[in-house]
């Protein structure tokens, strides 16, 4: 009899203190695994390999759960029940797919990953590395954010075009140094040999969001080498400019003529942010169906910081401050399209009002 009176985590708990688990336990695992179709056809699952799968996904488990809840606790996740059902339903089996696509290729996998305020980007790039270590892959994480322009040739940027007030929107990074570093890093390895004697040194730019009273600036660079899977995060790494046209009737806070022609100049700007999408191998989209969440979540993490005593920003400047981001590239006009189009996506996560990952599916099936 299969023990569908106990849950995912209930079962994985078990698994951690255990040197093995009943037959019929695997069998529930499995038939969970292929109940939710759309994940299970995105993650590759199929009635023939899924026993082979679970099986590899749950030796994994236990070589990465004290690494992965140690780090989850320090950036504020308590939930046991929540991370363990992260873990083996998302976290796992997206790590193992990154690593099968990497050995299918003769050289570093560029795994873009799009994602709005609040949506996880950094903390999926920060669990996958975990993850990805365990297998055997040597991983980076690179943030859009790291390839702002210096604080210097920002203020100038500024002074030429009064309305980049915050940095972030399209033409505030330095696109050709993302394209090398991405350059650099794909012909980093020896193509197909095991081993490299004299591993090629890169340097990874790195930005400091604290520095010049919280504009930021660039600060000492990372050197790596031998990197086989680059994470690349930003909220809207592999965006393409839509129809200008669109814009002349664009949903709210694009409401007056000046906002419609922000809007435009950004997105003309985008065009010049296309050969370093075109760097990415692959693309996961985080993507909260209701965009406000975004606004929320932001004044959540806010009121949080200045509970604890530290600064923060107060209600209204956190709405005008997100408002400000939905001007440049709204994300009804650039995120939701582009989550359909199965020729520049290849995953997309939905994120629920919880922070929690929702429906996982590939475009293309989910048109079908």
Sequence with gaps: MLPESRSLSQILQEWLSADSLPNSTKQQLEIWALADELRAKAFGIIPENVEKVIQARLRLFQSVYSEVIQFCYKTGFHSDSLILENLWNLWLPLAMQLAEYRQ??????????????????TTLAEILKIILNHLGYSTLSLSLDDLYKTYADRQLLKQKDPRLIWRGPPGTHDVQLGIAVLDELRQSKDFGLEEIENPKSIQVPRFD?????????????????????????????GVRPIDPAVFDTAPAPILTEADRTFARD????????????KRLDRLIVLYPPDYRLSQ????????????????????????????????????????KPFVRNQNWVDLVIEIDGDHSPGAVYRPSDRLT
Aim: charged content about 25%; cysteine-free; overall charge negative.
């Design 104 to 121: 299918q290729q003769i050289y570093p996998l560029i795994q873009g990953i799009l994602g709005g305020q609040g949506t996880g980007k």
């Design 209 to 237: 969001k604290s520095a010049w009273g919280g504009e930021g600036d660039r600060t000492r660079w990372e050197v790596v080498e031998n990197i086989d899977i680059v994470l690349f995060e930003g909220w809207f790494v």
């Design 266 to 277: 950004m997105n003309a700007k985008l065009q010049d942010y296309v050969p370093l999408w």
């Design 296 to 335: 929320q979540w932001r004044r959540q993490a806010e009121q949080k910081a200045i509970a604890s005593g530290k600064s923060g920003m107060t209600d209204e400047k956190v709405n005008l401050f997100v408002e400000y981001f939905w001007r440049s590239l709204h994300p009804d006009l650039f995120v």
